[in-house]
């Protein structure tokens, strides 16, 4: 009955390579998001995507491509990976302009 | 540009005394505050939150406090037990705008 779920847990990488984050959420909610939470520690938000819409981009580098197949599930596809990628990244969702979000697991991405 | 701002990386409590975690931030516009506990490598649950219009909002052992006129936050948790101990991450949001900054999290461990 997991809520917020991610696939990999766990993500060792070369650099140069093209890697895919799952997610996907059971609680109905019609918002998603990706954070990154770097190496120091903090978690800022990437992309928001609200009724497989992008609402959120911040200033991420195009070689992060958020895709929304439909409202339950929000991937992360990043190409061209780079040592800096190296992070954990949490999926979260939430009811539209309900400010609680519930996050995943986190995925760590490890870039060598 | 660190809009909220957790400036005690760690604390350590005694179980059953109180811990206090603390918060500022510097966007006036900023309604709605948050906050959320997180345990080695799982993702952040939601604890307690409360909106601009109020002062305090409690929820079993914790306790929110907001000063609006000092821009500061703080969560209160009495008594502590052991299975408080987690990073407790303090998040602001403006108008619903489904984005959530995040402080950089206070490491609080509670002693047996």
């Known amino acids: 009955d997991t809520a917020v779920s991610q696939t990999p847990k766990y993500l060792v990488t070369q650099m140069g390579n093209d890697k895919s984050i799952k997610c996907e959420q059971n609680l109905g909610h019609d918002t998603m998001y990706w954070y990154k939470q770097d190496s120091k520690k903090f978690l800022k938000i990437m992309f928001s995507?609200?009724?497989?819409?992008?609402?959120i981009n911040e200033t991420v580098p195009n070689r992060f491509s958020p895709k929304s197949p439909d409202k339950a599930h929000l991937n992360l596809h990043i190409n061209s990976l780079e040592l800096g990628d190296s992070a954990v990244y949490f999926c979260a969702s939430s009811q539209a302009r309900v400010t609680v979000q519930f996050f995943g697991p986190g995925t760590r991405l490890t870039v060598l | 540009d660190q809009q909220v701002k957790q400036n005690s990386p760690s604390l350590s409590v005694q179980e059953g005394r109180i811990s206090i975690l603390n918060c500022d931030y510097t966007?006036?516009?900023?309604?709605?505050f948050l906050w959320y506990k997180k345990y080695p490598a799982e993702g952040p649950t939601f604890l307690i939150s409360i909106s601009s219009i109020k002062d305090k909002n409690e929820d079993g052992r914790f306790t929110v406090f907001l000063n609006k006129s000092a821009k500061h936050l703080s969560l209160h948790i009495v008594p502590s037990q052991p299975g408080d101990s987690a990073v407790y991450f303090c998040?602001?949001?403006?108008?619903?705008?489904?984005?959530?900054?995040f402080g950089k999290g206070t490491l609080l461990t509670v002693n047996p």
């Open positions: 995507y609200n009724n497989k819409e992008l609402i």
């Open positions: 966007n006036s516009m900023f309604d709605y």
């Open positions: 998040a602001a949001n403006r108008g619903s705008n489904y984005k959530l900054t």
